[in-house]
């Protein structure tokens, strides 16, 4: 069954440390894996994509790994902000179809601490 | 920041009564989704369409339906409101190329609580 597994479910920190999202999944035929930032109240927005080829992206304090033998992916924050307070969602694609399917993780709600 | 519409923002009706979810987006995309999300809860796709004239169930049963007569209008109906139908519900849009791996663009969601 295809699966995405997010953890941890919620986490707390201090304006200013670093943290690590986890991504698990079991999709398969992998396509791509995406991460969203979700605002409270908002809808999510698109971080960054990683393909099958990719260990490492980044988009400004946001690197996201990948390790697709393990099925694996990370999201690292650093240095972090007051308005990185928000639920931040791993969707992974499949391509076993023409047209592909996503699944979602249900996110991990991080709040930042001042 | 991308370019989709969702009214109302929020919205508080009793049961049985019609309710209409708009949503509109401007970048001339071609497809279009209605997810549905409660708290702690993956996305689940309820609606889709792929152009004009195109729709599709999603994976979640839902007795909301959809219509698609323009590019950039996705509206979401439910005849008859019921409780279990409080929930918030996300529209987004994704360009042709890429199939349904692209990048999604989601509106702001829609907050329906009904009573």
């Known amino acids: 069954k295809n699966q995405v597994e997010q953890s941890p479910q919620s986490l707390i920190i201090l304006e200013g440390k670093n943290c690590t999202l986890q991504?698990?999944?079991?999709?398969?035929?992998?396509?791509?894996l995406r991460w969203y930032k979700q605002d409270t109240g908002r809808g999510p927005v698109s971080l960054t994509i990683?393909?099958?080829?990719?260990n490492t992206k980044s988009n400004g304090r946001y690197t996201a790994t990948l390790d697709a033998d393990t099925k694996q992916s990370s999201l690292h924050i650093t240095a972090s902000q007051l308005s990185d307070s928000a639920s931040y969602i791993c969707?992974?694609?499949?391509?076993?179809?023409?047209?592909?399917?996503?699944?979602f993780g249900r996110g991990t709600q991080l709040t930042v601490w001042p | 920041e991308a370019d989709i519409y969702q009214t109302p923002r929020y919205l508080v009706i009793g049961t049985g009564k019609k309710i209409t979810l708009e949503c509109s987006q401007t970048?001339?995309?071609?497809?279009m989704y209605w997810y549905q999300q409660d708290p702690g809860m993956e996305l689940h796709l309820i609606h889709y369409?792929?152009?004009?004239?195109?729709?599709e169930k999603g994976d979640l049963s839902s007795e909301s339906t959809v219509s698609r007569i323009r590019t950039e209008h996705f509206p979401l109906t439910l005849e008859s409101a019921r409780p279990s139908h409080t929930s918030q519900y996300l529209c987004?849009?994704?360009?042709?190329?890429?199939?349904?791996?692209?990048?999604?663009?989601f509106g702001e969601g829609s907050r329906l609580t009904v009573l």
């Open positions: 990683m393909t099958f080829s990719e």
């Open positions: 987004a849009s994704s360009p042709k190329r890429g199939g349904n791996t692209g990048e999604l663009f």
């Open positions: 991504c698990n999944y079991t999709v398969s035929p992998f396509s791509n």
């Open positions: 369409s792929y152009g004009v004239n195109s729709t």
């Open positions: 970048m001339g995309h071609d497809k």
């Open positions: 969707v992974v694609s499949d391509r076993g179809s023409t047209l592909g399917r996503l699944y």
